[in-house]
């Protein structure tokens, strides 16, 4: 069975930086991609980041230069690294791979 656990958001001021974890089992994370989303309050789903099996990653336009992907494969953990955040960004933030969502972690921007 895969199961997606995602951790680490909370609240943080402008400027800030959070590391989101998603913790994978049933599935090994060097074979599969892992995806982060992101919903904000009145909006829909919206893809945020990806590493691939390969290591590679693609980011929404909105976040490419601000946050990014790591793995630690000892962990079968993927961390999603968010930066210089604005508000804008408090969402709540998933991970997903092989169409399996975890619940969520909750992230808010706000002096």
């Known amino acids: 069975q895969v199961q997606l656990v995602e951790s680490g958001g909370g609240v943080v001021e402008p400027g800030g930086s959070l590391r989101l974890s998603c913790e994978v089992s049933?599935?090994?994370?060097?074979?599969?991609?892992v995806h982060w989303y992101r919903q904000a309050p009145g909006k829909q789903r919206e893809f945020v980041g990806v590493i691939m099996a390969n290591g590679n990653q693609m980011f929404a336009d909105s976040v490419k230069d601000r946050f990014s992907l790591s793995r630690d494969n000892s962990k079968n953990t993927v961390y999603l690294h968010l930066r210089s955040l604005i508000r804008q960004d408090t969402a709540v933030y998933f991970c997903?791979?092989?169409?399996?969502w975890g619940i969520g972690t909750q992230v808010t921007v706000s002096s």
């Open positions: 997903n791979a092989v169409r399996t």
């Open positions: 049933g599935i090994d994370v060097r074979e599969n991609s």
